[in-house]
């Protein structure tokens, strides 16, 4: 199975909302989900992956998780995605991934993503890949890597449009996973719905009879049909569905007045989460 172009996201959802939400997104037809040990939900994700494959089939989905900054040492590395296994109760993982380059014990980058390795060598997970990595990590990262990473997941939404790190990536054959593709809650960056308030967003809504959620998300997918995933997230059972309900095609102004936002601000700042500067 490989990776959907509009996965669902897990970020923030609460242990005590997710397993119907998990549920919920199963039954729109969602086989990508975006998962990670930080988010706290694994446990919850895991009970409705498991009703679910008593009657699919698993090789249909791509399930990932994500490497916390405290697990970057070799053996914690393997602890980690056991763990996770265990709580998400699957035999394997899709997709493995580093989730910040900011190791919070003694350990090199190098070190960490040769653990990883060994875990795809194990069978313990298909895939390997990072998040938040800059162009030079990445360079820095195939230098020695023996498995190229699949993707990087980065932030990508229409305020801060990364086109420069898309494009390294496509370059280096490595996919992109879109996080905060509608805008992300973060206090710097006008939210989705104050986005649909400008009248150009409401006039293409009324037009197509779409929300402003799902513009943004055809605007990311028109732009980059091939080696390139969106993971929205939401806890609205109804906006579960419509997140995957995109059939139609933005004009070439529309496209242009959304790429025009892009004011290249970051709403996920590593200075405020852990007091160092990630991005160049």
Not at 23 to 48: H, R, S, V
Not at 78 to 94: P, R, V
Not at 212 to 233: D, N, R
């Amino acid at each position: 199975m490989q990776i959907q172009q509009i996965g669902f996201g897990t970020y923030m959802i609460p242990q005590h909302l997710t397993k119907e939400c998990i549920t919920e997104a199963l039954k729109q037809n969602y086989t990508y989900f975006d998962c990670a040990y930080l988010y706290g939900n694994e446990k919850q994700i895991g009970e409705a992956l498991s009703e679910h494959f008593q009657t699919n089939d698993r090789s249909k989905y791509f399930i990932s998780t994500k490497l916390w900054n405290t697990n970057h040492t070799a053996q914690r590395v393997k602890n980690q995605l056991e763990f996770s296994l265990k709580t998400l109760q699957l035999e394997y993982l899709d997709l493995f991934l580093v989730h910040w380059p900011v190791p919070f014990e003694p350990a090199s980058l190098k070190e960490t993503w040769q653990a990883m390795e060994a875990c795809v060598d194990s069978g313990l997970v298909r895939f390997i890949g990072v998040s938040n990595y800059s162009a030079k990590q990445l360079s820095e990262l195939l230098s020695y890597a023996r498995i190229r990473p699949y993707t990087n997941q980065i932030e990508v939404h229409p305020f801060f449009q990364n086109r420069d790190l898309i494009s390294f990536c496509h370059q280096n054959h490595i996919h992109v996973t879109a996080y905060s593709p509608l805008c992300g809650n973060y206090d710097n960056i006008p939210s989705i719905a104050e986005l649909g308030e400008q009248l150009e967003i409401a006039d293409m809504c009324a037009k197509y009879a779409k929300d402003p959620a799902q513009i943004v998300l055809q605007w990311h997918l028109q732009h980059f049909p091939l080696h390139y995933s969106v993971v929205p997230k939401t806890q609205t059972i109804e906006r579960i569905g419509t997140n995957r309900q995109i059939n139609f095609e933005l004009t070439k102004e529309e496209m242009e007045f959304i790429d025009k936002l892009g004011a290249n601000e970051r709403g996920s700042d590593s200075m405020k989460l852990f007091g160092m500067e990630v991005f160049e």
